[in-house]
T-cell receptor
Framework: DTGVSQNPRHKITKRGQNVTFRCDPI?????LYWYRQTLGQGPEFLTY????????KSRLLSDRFSAERPKGSFSTLEIQRTEQGDSAMYLC?????????FGEGSRLTVL | GQNIDQPTEMTATEGAIVQINCTYQ??????LFWYQQHAGEAPTFLSY????GLEEKGRFSSFLSRSKGYSYLLLKELQMKDSASYLC???????????FGTGTLLAVQP
């Protein structure tokens, strides 16, 4: 399967712990996006990479969130000192031109 | 500001036609996308409009009016499997990021 891959698919953690999600985009795609989605809402933009450069971050992204794409291939999204409000589905998407291809998402539950 | 508006829920009957409307306001605009999302799954691409007019793809069609900031998704010959959330998203400029609406949850009834 050559689609966008995300792991872990599910993560349950206690408040205050750090979590990291990984995204492997479609191999020829130079653009990578992270979104967050909560129940009944559409995906909310978090950050965007073109190759290894992080070109845009949402103002909603607090300093507890950090994302990297060190070699312009896979990306990681780390959340430090998790809070219950961080519980959501974290979606990764990649593209080459216009259309975004989404992964299955990583569901985070903070207890 | 950037804003995407679409109805929260719609109900339709199997075999019928349904139109899901979307209005948008974005600071930049490179096109309008529609995605389908079944519960617990990733959004999947349905259609893309960058010029005014109607794009038809099988049972699904999408329309765009850039001057009115308006789009709709038309689903014909509805099937039970079409029950899903339909997300309207505007391409907001240089980064090609998509700004999504809240989604329209469509329930198809027998």
């Amino acid at each position: 399967d050559t689609g966008v891959s995300q792991n872990p698919r599910h993560k349950i953690t206690k408040r205050g712990q750090n979590v990291t999600f990984r995204c492997d985009p479609i191999s020829e795609h130079n653009r990578l996006y992270w979104y967050r989605q909560t129940l009944g809402q559409g995906p909310e933009f978090l950050t965007y990479f073109q190759n290894e450069a992080q070109l845009e971050k949402s103002r909603l992204l607090s300093d507890r969130f950090s994302a990297e794409r060190p070699k312009g291939s896979f990306s990681t999204l780390e959340i430090q000192r998790t809070e219950q409000g961080d519980s959501a589905m974290y979606l990764c998407a990649s593209s080459y031109t216009g259309e975004l291809f989404f992964g299955e998402g990583s569901r985070l539950t903070v207890l | 500001g950037q804003n995407i508006d679409q109805p929260t829920e719609m109900t339709a009957t199997e075999g019928a036609i349904v139109q899901i409307n979307c209005t948008y306001q974005t600071s930049g605009f490179n096109g309008l996308f529609w995605y389908q999302q079944h519960a617990g799954e990733a959004p999947t691409f349905l259609s893309y409009n960058v010029l005014d007019g109607l794009e038809e793809k099988g049972r699904f069609s999408s329309f765009l009016s850039r001057s009115k900031g308006y789009s709709y998704l038309l689903l014909k010959e509805l099937q039970m499997k079409d029950s899903a959330s339909y997300l309207c998203a505007a391409n907001g400029g240089a980064t090609n990021k998509l700004i999504f609406g809240t989604g329209t949850l469509l329930a198809v009834q027998p």
